[in-house]
């Protein structure tokens, strides 16, 4: 028991050291939340050894920076991985531009309106009527380099899909691991709390028995 402050203290170490270094292989659920989970259930009892320790009780405050940094650490991954979440789902759902659209009919001469056909083809796949030269309107036909630029598009758009899922798993990891590391840390420290008090209570009696 008494050795497992500093066990605490290598597993953070371990984590800091495999997010750095090999975030990959860290980041796989297999490894990160056996560590994970390990480490929030030492980190409270770490934190309970040293605080109970009359030469050492100062060190307590590194076991409670340490769960601080944590803290700080997963709610800015939440947030950043939010973010980028939202930003990727603005521009996949990002519909056709009402300016461009507009130029379809007001453009300034039907070549205009016609390359405006063409863009909202190339990164829409939507071929649209455009107003021509005699105020009519003529369907636009894409050729082969609009095909090619709209595949272009859509595959990278379906790359924007896969981010946008990975963004969203990191922000469910993160939270996952917040919520862990929280309520771990604050039921075993209430546990080691009332552990604590009723062995004094039985110590109490204990004495008091042998007076008698």
């Known amino acids: 028991m008494t050795k497992i402050p500093g066990i605490t203290l290598l597993i953070w170490g371990t984590l800091l050291f495999g997010h750095c270094f090999f975030p990959e292989l860290f980041k796989q659920d297999a490894i990160q939340f056996p560590l994970a989970l390990l480490f929030s259930i030492f980190l409270p009892i770490s934190f309970w ?39 990727v789902a603005e521009r996949i759902h990002r519909g056709i531009d009402q300016n461009i659209a507009e130029y379809l009919v007001h453009g300034a001469d039907s070549n205009k309106r016609r390359v405006a ?22 369907l636009y036909v894409p050729s082969q380099v609009d095909k ?49 008090e009723d062995d004094k209570s039985e110590n109490e009696q204990d004495v008091e028995s042998v007076q008698a």
């Open 49 to 87: 050894q040293v605080a109970k320790s009359k030469k050492r009780k100062y060190l307590a405050l590194i076991f409670v920076g340490i769960f601080v940094v944590n803290i700080s650490f997963l709610a800015v991954v939440m947030r950043s991985s939010l973010g980028m979440q939202q930003q």
């Open 117 to 138: 056909a063409r863009l909202i083809y190339q990164h829409y796949g939507v071929a649209l009527p455009f107003k021509n030269s005699s105020a009519s309107y003529s």
């Open 148 to 196: 090619k630029k709209f595949q272009e598009k859509f595959f990278a758009n379906n790359d924007r899909i896969m981010q946008q899922s990975k963004f969203a798993a990191s922000f469910s990891t993160a939270l996952v691991l917040l919520l862990l590391h929280v309520g771990l840390f604050i039921a075993l420290l209430v546990f080691l709390v009332l552990y604590d």
